[in-house]
């Protein structure tokens, strides 16, 4: 068996922060196929759904209710000989769909070596022992904090934004202006290692702020927030008008009132990204995502750790030594896709502009090609790959064939599709693109990425 239909899930997470109702993609999504394990309420919040095979929400056959797991365990060639030795018979990258209202907690991802460590250390607040190196394409727009602002716009807040500056500390702002002035920018590895040294004693400072001090210094933030408008925080800086930044601290402290996150943002790249836009955030890579909904692929790990922005278990000193204080502008944040070389496409759909687009991130564990059938009958032809995939659709009407086996397709639909499989997608559409999502594992076309992550 080359293919299953796993269409139907245990389930989508109910997460406070999720959209409410089929505002959710997620709920939009799981609800597709009718299933004992789901129920839509239209008004609870509904915030992941997860396609893979992690203990804490497995996929399973729509037809035999049997685990993924216990599928690819079975039949080993599923997963192809390489991708099961080397990921102990389980999926290496897990697929997932997230419907964003409310901020997700300021966090990072532990590497392999740390996560081992918190693992055997506090295995309740860090489940597994594996990294978790992540990737996030847009379906909607969204937005988030993600990595660490040019030094040079750090400077700017800290000397635009009184508050700020308080919660850090006088002695140690001035002490990351000294030592990063003139060497903002420089790529020699000497001054790279000693502003990264002067970014981290920075943002411990403030994120070991004192609580009173905390709630005085985001009184007035807001406060400033309101009375400033778009001269806020200097104009903004570079990278921002002072009107978005003055709106999101009264929005984020509407969610989140007095919390430290409303300072760590101007330490952090405030991003946008349009339907379609994808960026990548490797291991203790810091990030929080505000709102909008992602299709996210990742290894397979749901380790976390948090220091805002959250009701859940923070370990803000474990966040602020796993940092890698990486510090980049916006652009470099994003992802910059490219045609996927191994899809051929047909007469009608080469006629009618489709594509199918590589997401191809440093890392071995996973990759991800979006393909946008524009009309009906358009086709795209995978060729095999020695991994497994799963096939996720989002907007659209179409047919999925594996060799003889032939299935209708609609938003919320999942496909499981074993190593060595030539996948081909047709667009039934009439009036709409058919998207799909094709999430996969191909360690024969990472050569590189042997020994990344």
């Known amino acids: 068996?080359?293919?299953?239909?796993?269409?139907?899930?245990?389930?989508?997470?109910?997460?406070?922060?999720?959209?409410?109702?089929?505002?959710?993609?997620?709920?939009?999504?799981?609800?597709?196929?009718?299933?004992?394990?789901?129920?839509?309420?239209?008004?609870?919040?509904?915030?992941?759904?997860?396609?893979?095979?992690?203990?804490?929400?497995?996929?399973?056959?729509?037809?035999?209710?049997?685990?993924?797991?216990?599928?690819?365990?079975?039949?080993?060639?599923?997963?192809?000989?390489?991708?099961?030795?080397?990921?102990?018979?389980?999926?290496?990258?897990?697929?997932?769909?997230?419907?964003?209202?409310?901020?997700?907690?300021?966090?990072?991802?532990?590497?392999?070596?740390?996560?081992?460590?918190?693992?055997?250390?506090?295995?309740?607040?860090?489940?597994?022992?594996?990294?978790?190196?992540?990737?996030?394409?847009?379906?909607?727009?969204?937005?988030?904090?993600?990595?660490?602002?040019?030094?040079?716009?750090?400077?700017?807040?800290?000397?635009?934004?009184?508050?700020?500056?308080?919660l850090v500390g006088e002695s140690a702002a001035k002490a990351f202006e000294t030592e990063t002035h003139g060497r903002e920018t420089s790529d020699e590895m000497e001054d790279v290692e000693r502003n990264k040294k002067a970014l981290k004693t920075a943002f411990a400072a403030l994120m070991n702020a004192e609580k009173d001090s905390l709630a005085s210094a985001a009184k007035e933030l807001v406060e400033l927030a309101e009375k400033e408008g778009d001269h806020f925080a200097g104009d903004g800086g570079t990278s921002n008008h002072g009107k978005e930044l003055a709106e999101l601290v009264i929005r984020l402290n509407e969610q989140f009132p007095g919390d430290i996150g409303l300072f760590v943002q101007f330490f952090l790249n405030y991003i946008k990204l349009q339907p379609g836009e994808a960026m990548f955030l490797k291991a203790n890579d810091i990030h929080a995502y505000l709102s909008g909904d992602v299709v996210e692929c990742m290894a397979s790990s749901d380790n976390v750790v948090r220091a805002g922005f959250t009701p859940k278990f923070k370990d803000v000193q474990t966040l602020v030594s796993m940092l890698t204080y990486s510090y980049a502008p916006i652009s470099e944040q994003k992802m910059k896709p490219v045609d996927y070389p191994y899809a051929t496409l047909s007469a009608t759909a080469y006629s009618s502009h489709s594509t199918s687009t590589l997401y191809d991130p440093p890392i071995e564990e996973f990759s991800v090609v979006k393909t946008d059938l524009q009309k009906k009958g358009a086709k795209a032809t995978f060729e095999a790959i020695a991994g497994p995939s799963i096939v996720l659709c989002t907007q659209g009407n179409g047919k999925i064939s594996v060799g003889p086996k032939v299935e209708d397709v609609q938003p919320g639909y999942v496909f499981f599709v074993g190593a060595s499989a030539t996948l081909v997608l047709e667009s039934m559409s009439e009036d709409d693109v058919f998207t799909t999502f094709k999430a996969f594992c191909d360690l024969g076309s990472k050569p590189d990425a042997k020994n990344g992550g």
């Open 1 to 166: 068996m080359s293919y299953t239909d796993i269409h139907s899930l245990l389930g989508v997470n109910s997460y406070e922060w999720g959209k409410v109702g089929f505002k959710s993609a997620a709920a939009k999504f799981a609800s597709a196929t009718p299933s004992d394990n789901f129920s839509f309420h239209e008004d609870k919040p509904y915030a992941e759904l997860w396609m893979g095979t992690h203990p804490s929400q497995p996929s399973r056959d729509v037809h035999t209710q049997r685990s993924l797991l216990d599928l690819l365990q079975e039949n080993k060639t599923l997963l192809s000989t390489e991708v099961g030795q080397r990921y102990g018979e389980k999926l290496p990258f897990l697929l997932k769909v997230l419907s964003i209202r409310k901020a997700l907690s300021i966090q990072a991802h532990p590497d392999k070596k740390l996560a081992e460590q918190l693992h055997q250390k506090d295995a309740k607040n860090y489940p597994d022992d594996n990294h978790k190196p992540e990737m996030t394409i847009a379906i909607t727009p969204f937005e988030g904090l993600c990595g660490f602002r040019p030094l040079a716009e750090i400077s700017h807040f800290l000397q635009k934004v009184p508050p700020l500056r308080q």
